[in-house]
């Protein structure tokens, strides 16, 4: 296993970057009608799910981390819906919203076994944090 120096490697990174990439290629076929409604969503979900574990990679705590996973992958369930609606206008065909779900499947995987992860390590820091001992007289009589 690599050792993971920067959010670039990350394994759910890598993947949505890959089909961000592949989401700009395809919205350059739709109608230029579409060039401020659903290409522009298109463009800004595909990148806010690249967007969002960079940001959250870059926040050095678990729970915001976790948080920006989850807006990222949020973000992909949005691009999904998108494709969806560009198949019902006839932009994409079944094979190409086939091949595209996928690929998201892929990312939603990833994104979850980071988040899994992220949660693993949240609770095991959590564990092994001392727990205060408290002594019951100096709680209740503080002036002695």
């Known amino acids: 296993m690599s050792q993971i120096r920067s959010f670039e490697d990350l394994e759910c990174f890598k993947f949505c970057k890959e089909l961000r990439l592949e989401v700009s290629e395809l919205v350059k076929t739709f109608p230029i009608s579409e060039q401020y409604r659903l290409t522009d969503q298109m463009i800004r979900c595909s990148r806010s799910t690249t967007n969002n ?3 959250g990679y ?4 678990f729970k915001e981390n976790i948080q920006f ?5 949020g973000s992909l369930y949005e691009l999904l819906d998108h ?5 019902e206008n006839q932009y ?4 190409k919203l086939s091949i595209l779900e996928l690929k998201i499947e ?3 995987k990833l994104m979850n076994g980071y ?10 820091n959590y564990a092994s944090e001392p ?4 002594n019951i007289q100096e709680v209740n009589n503080p002036n002695s």
Not at 58 to 61: E, M, S, T, V
Not at 69 to 73: K, T
Not at 115 to 124: D, E, R, T
């Open 69 to 73: 996973c989850r807006v990222s992958r």
């Open 131 to 134: 727990k205060p001992e408290y």
């Open 53 to 55: 574990i960079a940001e």
């Open 115 to 124: 988040i899994n992860y992220l949660n693993s390590k949240l609770n095991s």
């Open 58 to 61: 870059g926040r050095f705590h």
């Open 92 to 95: 994409i065909d079944t094979t």
């Open 83 to 87: 494709l969806q609606i560009a198949l």
């Open 106 to 108: 892929t990312c939603l």
